[in-house]
């Protein structure tokens, strides 16, 4: 297991996020959102600006571990715009490939409004990752796909995520457990931990959220929400969980332009935890 933060931390300036590495002890970089300095004229990721990227980070021990690619529904509404987005994905990842970098975060931010629109786009999503898993393993990257906290999102509950992965259940085919999303969907967190096990978790978000007498949800600093994040922390221990942990959308302190100050703080609460969690089990 590996603590990573999110390369806008430092408000997108790489010379002060590898600073802020450097202090807090961490050397892994994750490309959340889409770096748009690794992006070429063509709208797509480009093999050597990437590489440019991987190797600023590189000369001071820090590596960039993963980069974001998404669909919307404006990627699912035709087949042609299906096939343009998969194509940039492929790309995407074959630029990761020359760049080392191991994973790809994939969000899938597409929502339905009827059942047939809901089985239009999962028929096109299915079709997008019956390519794009196969050139993943034959790349030798992985995918951490991400799903979304409500019910109008296709990809919004455990079954939903199995039945993505399905589609093509190779090894490099993985997921994205955000506690903050399903738990806000109502899942059962350790259910779905132990449903899909190490080999198929290779990100974690960390995050805490409270549900105010009004509705909705709001972000919360760690242990002031309704998330058991020790737990989480214990049973993905006991999991064996050898991938990456963000924390994620912690409230910014005053004063704190970016999100330096929250991540520092968030990271020190994540090593206690994990600590803590790793002596229960020796």
Known sequence: MEFCVRSDACGN??????????????????????????VGSDGRVSAARLQEYQAFLRKDGISLRLITESFFNEDLDSDAAVKRRVDE??????????????SLFLFIGATFASPKERDM????????YERIVP?????????????????????????DMEKLIAISPRPCN???????????AGNDLMEWLDRFGAER?????????????????EDVRFGEGVIDLPRIAARLTDIGFAGLVCPEHVPRFPGD???ELSTAWALGYLRGLFTRAAARVG
């Open 13 to 38: 300036d790489r010379a002060r996020l590898v600073r802020f590495l450097k202090g807090a002890g961490e050397t892994a970089v994750c490309g959340i959102p889409q770096l748009p300095e690794t």
């Open 89 to 102: 994905v492929l790309a995407a990842l074959s630029a990761m490939q020359a760049a080392d970098v191991e």
């Open 121 to 128: 786009r999962w028929k096109r999503l299915a079709a997008a």
């Open 135 to 159: 050139w993943a393993e034959k790349t030798g990257r992985r995918i951490a796909t991400h799903g979304m906290q409500a019910p109008e999102y296709l990809l919004f509950s455990a079954a």
């Open 174 to 184: 993985g997921v994205t457990f955000c506690v903050g999303c399903f738990s806000i």
């Open 201 to 217: 978790v290779f990100m974690v978000h960390m995050r805490d959220v409270r549900f105010p007498p009004g509705g909705g949800f």
């Open 257 to 259: 332009p970016c999100e």
